[in-house]
Structure formats: C-alpha cells, structure tokens
C-alpha cells in the first residue's frame, strides 16, 4: 500500500499566521493517465471531513484563495495563509492513485 | 444538492455483522461515480474501505478481505456497508462519500463493536 507521511502532527498558529503542512508518498502518485490523485481534506471538530483540494492544487468550489497545494511526484504541500478561527481542525491528504486508496495519519491545527 | 446520511445499529457485538445505509439524495447514484465507504477510528487514523460503482462493480479495500461486502438499492437509492466477523478494532465512525474527489460526505455514524 501506499503510505502518506504528514508532518507536522501538529500545527501551532496564531490567527493571521500561516501554515504549511507537508504530505510525502512512498511512490509517485502519477497515474497512468497523466494526473496526479492527491487531494487535502479538512475536518473540523463534530463534522465530516470536507474537500479543499483536489488534484494537487485545484480548490474546490467555495474554498477561498488562502488555501494553496503544490507538489509532484512524492512530495506535497498545503499552505494555509491568513488562518481564522474556523481554518482549525485535522488536516488529510488521500492519494486516490493507487489501490488501496491511502490517507495521511492527519496533521491537527491550533490556535496558538 | 447532493446529501448523503448514514443510517444503522451503533452497537454491534463482537463476531456478527455490521450492516449500515447510506441513503444519497440529489443525485442519481446509477448516473456516475463511485459510491464509497471510509471510516475513522478513534485518535484520527483513516481508512478507505471500498466502493460499490455507478455500474455496481466493486472494489475493496485488501485489508478487510472476504470481510466486507457493499452492495445497492437503485430503487431506493442507497448503497449498503456489511462488515462481517467484527471485533473491538472495528469500533470508528463510518462514512459513506462520493468518490472521484471526495466532495460529498455523508455525517457519520459511531459503530462501537463491544459485549
């Protein structure tokens, strides 16, 4: 299976601040087809998870401008810049490139 | 708008069968896509378990080997979870999504696997 490695576990930020989380493949998550499955969730406390980016960089609709992916290969990035309160929660990356279908163990957000 | 709600026992005794529904509305789930289940177990380790698709194929997730089976109502429009043989380790709260990017989640229903 594919493991996703995301670091940090935890993120301490100060409102306004910005954060970087980190999601490394142990293989390249380049299909067949040419695109990359690498998506970025984020779960906010008592809610399901909820689509930030898809396919490495696209934000889904409604996501607003300071959520940024980068990344290729193996090596990925979420950027959250200018975080407000409703920003924290447990971060994922899920690579949909390889069966099984593999999640990051989850990156948690605070406020500092 | 797309919805997806979960439904089922939240208590299920150690070697029997966890069954759960995800009952999906604003969408057709015979029109596209795969039609998934995920669960989260407790601290925030997640798994995907396996997808019915909109032609009913399946695929599942290895790990659980010949102990799951989802399966559909086009009727009724939902799509079924069974895990069977559970036991304490299964305990996490299951969701129903819509694969390709994840977009739609279900709220999640806590199944606690215990005596």
């Known amino acids: 299976d594919v493991v996703l490695t995301q670091t940090p576990v935890s993120l301490l930020i100060s409102l306004g601040g910005q954060a970087s989380i980190s999601c490394r493949s142990s293989?390249?998550?380049?299909?067949?087809?040419?695109?990359?499955?690498l998506h970025w969730y984020l779960q906010k406390p008592g809610q399901s998870p909820q689509l930030l980016i898809y396919?490495?960089?696209n934000r889904f609709s409604g996501i607003p401008d300071r959520f940024s992916g980068s990344g290729s290969g193996t090596d990925f990035t979420l950027k959250i810049s200018r975080v407000e309160p409703e920003d924290l929660g447990v971060y994922y990356c899920l690579q949909r490139t390889h069966n099984p279908w593999t999640f990051g163990g989850g990156t948690k957000l605070e406020l500092k | 708008e797309i919805q997806l709600q979960e439904s089922g026992p939240g208590l299920v005794k150690p070697s029997q069968s966890l069954s759960l529904t995800c009952s999906v509305t604003g969408y057709t789930i015979t029109s596209g896509y795969d039609w998934s289940w995920i669960r989260k177990f407790p601290g925030n380790k997640m798994e995907w378990m396996g997808y019915?698709?909109?032609?009913?194929?399946?695929n599942y997730n290895p790990s659980l080997k010949s102990r799951i089976s989802i399966t559909r109502d086009t009727s009724k429009n939902q799509f079924f979870l069974q895990l069977n043989s559970v036991t304490t380790e299964d305990t996490a709260t299951y969701y129903c999504?819509?694969?390709?990017?994840?977009?739609?989640w279900g709220q999640g229903t806590l199944v606690t696997v215990s005596s």
């Open positions: 396919q490495v960089s």
């Open positions: 999504a819509r694969a390709g990017s994840f977009a739609y």
């Open positions: 293989q390249s998550l380049v299909h067949s087809n040419g695109n990359t499955y």
């Open positions: 019915i698709s909109y032609s009913g194929s399946t």
